[in-house]
């Protein structure tokens, strides 16, 4: 098993890509808040629910099937049949939709976003998201053969190329709201490239259709859950859209954006614990929820910190890096913190382990319902602010449900009081911070 010092260490590198993925987008908000409108980001949001949909489809929930049989094919050649079956049959899917999206792209963007004059804007963000994701065969093969260096090394290239790309494409050239996402295809496809080069040396291109076959076993019952997880995750915005307005889409994904560090930072952690997580289920078994539970419990803790802080400070963040006509995403932040907070169980693999994978799907859809029912009023009454209390209502309902079904399958022996009471700060903190800022409580002093 890794020794501590090692994981300590790539908790650290690991950390990079997530500071310099977050601080990119965060330093040059101001920029592109200021050129662009909050239409202009509704907009842009709308795209990304119809990309993130299709491609998670397209994907066929091979990066988890990926990544949990990666341990079972050792082998360089198993290992290659393994990566480059996964990725011919992806990018397969990805032509396929693409070419149906290019067809229709004009009746899409009437149904999404409101009007056929966005439909070029919706392929390219089609393009550019499943491009992003075909990279992560990738770095996932670099992360579970703990290859931390190279993992952040390409991680950074592709951030910091977006965001120079997408800079130059809407402060200089002034194109538009489609310069954001042109930016991120050219940095997405020039890493894609890169990469694949690499790997083809490093490692020789074989294919096995038994290894896919595996992977497709235990991935396409993911599929429903991808497929209704991308609707309880993009519904919001959606539905804002819908019985609000496109600019509350906009304020709703920039305070979303700003949330989302506490996720990307989490994951950024979860590629230190998910692999030594899967180890000691695969070696240790059943007994292993007590060793599983006390080493997530700083992960947890560090994960939490975070949140906290981006809670703490969220008006002061947006006040710096928007105009006025965004700061109503200020408590969209705070809210969409604490749901990002809680997200830290979902995180854990013990239903793709016990291959009870089906029951994600039911999990999935009870989410959705759950989202769809509470969202709809809280929108309709209060709008993008709505949608955040709706969403954290209807995550920590459905949270709870699987962590609850989880630990039926296989219990991780958390360390229940000293968790309870890290969430206890976090939420009380939050909650706060909402009343003060909406005066409830004096609050007389601000930074």
Same mark, same amino acid.
């Given at each position: *098993?890794?020794?501590?010092?090692?994981?300590?260490?790539?908790?650290?590198?690991?950390?990079?890509?997530? *500071?310099?993925?977050?601080?990119?987008?965060?330093?040059?908000?101001?920029?592109?808040?200021?050129?662009?409108?909050?239409?202009?980001?509704?907009?842009?949001?709308?795209?990304?629910?119809?990309?993130?949909?299709?491609?998670?489809?397209?994907?066929?929930?091979?990066?988890?099937?990926?990544?949990?049989?990666? #341990?079972?094919?050792?082998?360089?050649?198993?290992?290659?049949?393994?990566?480059?079956?996964?990725?011919?049959?992806?990018?397969?899917?990805?032509?396929?939709? &693409?070419?149906?999206?290019?067809?229709?792209?004009?009746?899409?963007?009437?149904?999404?976003?409101?009007?056929?004059?966005?439909?070029?804007?919706?392929?390219?963000?089609?393009?550019?998201? &499943?491009?992003?994701?075909?990279?992560?065969?990738?770095?996932?093969?670099?992360?579970?053969?703990?290859?931390?260096?190279?993992?952040?090394?390409?991680?950074?290239?592709?951030?910091? *190329?977006?965001?120079?790309?997408?800079?130059?494409?809407?402060?200089?050239?002034?194109? &538009?709201?489609?310069?954001?996402?042109?930016?991120?295809?050219?940095?997405?496809?020039?890493?894609?490239?890169?990469?694949?080069?690499?790997?083809?040396?490093?490692?020789?291109?074989?294919?096995?259709?038994?290894?896919?076959?595996?992977?497709?076993?235990?991935?396409?019952?993911?599929?429903?859950?991808?497929?209704?997880?991308?609707?309880?995750?993009? #519904?919001?915005?959606?539905?804002?859209?819908?019985?609000?307005?496109?600019?509350?889409?906009?304020?709703?994904?920039?305070?979303?954006?700003?949330?989302?560090?506490?996720?990307?930072?989490?994951?950024?952690?979860?590629?230190?614990?998910?692999?030594?997580?899967?180890?000691?289920?695969?070696?240790?078994?059943?007994?292993?929820?007590?060793?599983?539970?006390?080493?997530?419990?700083?992960?947890?803790?560090?994960?939490? %910190?975070?949140?906290?802080?981006?809670?703490?400070?969220?008006?002061?963040?947006?006040?710096?890096?928007?105009?006025?006509?965004?700061?109503?995403?200020?408590?969209?932040?705070?809210?969409?913190? *604490?749901?990002?907070?809680?997200?830290? #169980?979902?995180?854990?693999?013990?239903?793709?382990?016990?291959?009870?994978?089906?029951?994600?799907?039911?999990?999935?859809?009870?989410?959705?319902?759950?989202?769809?029912?509470?969202?709809?009023?809280?929108?309709?009454?209060?709008?993008?602010?709505?949608?955040?209390?709706?969403?954290?209502?209807?995550?920590?309902?459905? &949270?709870?449900?699987?962590?609850?079904?989880?630990?039926?399958?296989?219990?991780?022996?958390?360390?229940?009081?000293?968790?309870?009471?890290?969430?206890?700060?976090?939420?009380?903190?939050?909650? %706060?911070?909402?009343?003060?800022?909406?005066?409830?409580? %004096?609050?007389?002093?601000?930074?």
């Amino acid at each position: *098993m890794t020794s501590k010092e090692k994981q300590i260490k790539n908790s650290f590198i690991y950390l990079l890509p997530v *500071m310099v993925g977050n601080l990119l987008p965060m330093v040059t908000l101001p920029v592109f808040t200021r050129i662009l409108s909050k239409e202009d980001y509704g907009v842009f949001a709308l795209s990304q629910v119809y990309a993130v949909f299709v491609n998670g489809i397209a994907n066929s929930g091979l990066t988890i099937g990926y990544e949990r049989n990666f #341990f079972e094919h050792k082998e360089a050649k198993q290992a290659s049949g393994l990566l480059y079956s996964t990725l011919l049959f992806v990018i397969s899917s990805f032509i396929i939709c &693409g070419f149906l999206t290019y067809l229709f792209k004009a009746s899409l963007s009437k149904w999404i976003i409101g009007s056929p004059d966005h439909a070029a804007l919706l392929f390219w963000s089609y393009c550019s998201t &499943g491009l992003m994701g075909l990279k992560t065969y990738y770095l996932t093969y670099f992360r579970n053969t703990e290859n931390a260096k190279a993992f952040v090394w390409y991680t950074i290239d592709e951030s910091v *190329m977006g965001v120079l790309f997408s800079l130059f494409m809407v402060a200089y050239l002034r194109i &538009g709201v489609i310069g954001l996402i042109w930016g991120q295809l050219l940095a997405s496809l020039s890493i894609f490239s890169i990469l694949s080069c690499r790997f083809i040396k490093i490692l020789p291109v074989s294919f096995s259709r038994d290894a896919l076959k595996d992977s497709l076993k235990l991935s396409l019952p993911l599929t429903p859950r991808i497929f209704f997880g991308v609707i309880g995750s993009q #519904f919001d915005k959606y539905m804002i859209g819908l019985l609000n307005t496109v600019g509350g889409v906009g304020i709703y994904s920039i305070g979303q954006r700003v949330a989302n560090i506490v996720f990307t930072y989490m994951t950024a952690i979860q590629n230190v614990f998910a692999p030594q997580v899967y180890k000691r289920m695969f070696e240790m078994g059943e007994e292993g929820g007590e060793s599983i539970g006390r080493y997530l419990t700083p992960f947890l803790y560090i994960s939490i %910190s975070l949140g906290l802080l981006i809670a703490l400070f969220s008006e002061e963040v947006i006040n710096i890096l928007t105009p006025k006509s965004y700061h109503g995403a200020i408590n969209i932040v705070i809210i969409l913190s *604490m749901l990002y907070g809680s997200y830290f #169980f979902g995180k854990q693999p013990q239903l793709i382990y016990t291959k009870k994978t089906h029951i994600t799907s039911i999990l999935t859809i009870v989410s959705i319902i759950l989202n769809i029912i509470i969202n709809i009023p809280f929108i309709y009454i209060w709008g993008a602010i709505g949608a955040a209390w709706g969403t954290l209502v209807a995550g920590l309902i459905s &949270g709870g449900i699987s962590f609850w079904v989880s630990q039926h399958y296989y219990e991780i022996k958390w360390e229940y009081g000293k968790i309870a009471t890290i969430f206890v700060i976090f939420f009380s903190a939050a909650i %706060s911070m909402i009343l003060l800022r909406n005066g409830v409580f %004096s609050y007389l002093i601000r930074l």
